[in-house]
């Protein structure tokens, strides 16, 4: 069972999210201050750790640092207050893999905490597939059918964060935020712009249905990867 480790101090937050978890499956504990949330991750064995920032007895961005130190790699996802972005950036530094402001929705956080556990569930393996589309961690390159192209940086993180997660649809605030880091701005159009220079290294316009192209955009909403069948 995929266990799960929350640390939060505020009631209210913690029992939704626990709710929330528990009904996706994961097995949940719970600590709420960043004392005891330290000493259950450094004596216990999680799958992902969600961390406040603003916690009694240590902060969450403490927590962070002293687990790192003591060189536990679990993922984290930090919870913080839009207020905090200052925070965040710190915590970023320390090595935190994701963050989520306050107030979100839990589908927000669970199909963060999934793209996480199943990203490191596949760290070992060196290719992803989905359908046609093969992405090599190595080397950064992608295939999908006759074309074969070496990705950018961006590029290629957009296109694992999404491959992830056949089938699931992520906002573009999401895809900015896990890919440039920045979830302040957004007015920008640089999803859609890196997007579109993916699509264009690997369609041939001659040959191919861009319908069949398996980055699929949700009007309004953002991009996923089609399931393949
Ligand atoms: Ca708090």
Not at 70 to 82: F, Y
Not at 94 to 104: C, E, T, V
Not at 195 to 221: A, C, H, M
Request: aromatic content about 6%; hydrophobic content about 40%.
């Amino acid at each position: 069972m995929t266990s799960l480790l929350l640390v939060e101090d505020e009631k209210k937050i913690a029992d939704f999210v626990i709710l929330g978890l528990q009904s996706e499956g994961y097995e949940v504990t719970h600590m709420s201050d960043g004392v005891s949330g330290l000493e259950a991750i450094l004596n216990s064995t999680y799958d992902l750790v969600l961390l406040d920032i603003m916690l009694p007895g240590k902060p969450g961005t403490e927590v962070l640092q002293s687990m790192r130190d003591s060189s536990i790699k679990t993922p984290v996802i930090m919870l913080t207050a839009k207020s905090e972005l200052t925070d965040k950036l710190l915590g970023f530094k320390l090595g935190a893999d994701d963050y989520l402001a306050k107030p979100f929705f839990m589908e927000e956080l669970t199909a963060r905490c999934k793209a996480l556990l199943n990203r490191n569930q596949n760290t070992n393996t060196e290719a992803i597939t989905v359908g046609e589309l093969t992405l090599d961690k190595i080397t950064r390159r992608v295939n999908w059918r006759e074309r074969s192209m070496i990705l950018s940086q961006r590029e290629f993180t957009l296109l694992e964060y999404l491959m992830r997660s056949p089938g699931n649809v992520f906002s573009r605030q999401q895809i900015m935020q896990f890919v440039w880091g920045i979830d302040f701005n957004t007015q920008t159009n640089i999803v859609d712009v890196c997007i579109q220079r993916i699509r264009r290294k690997l369609v041939n316009t001659e040959k191919d249905d861009l319908s069949d192209f398996p980055i699929e955009s949700i009007r309004g909403i953002g991009y996923k990867i089609k399931k393949s069948d």
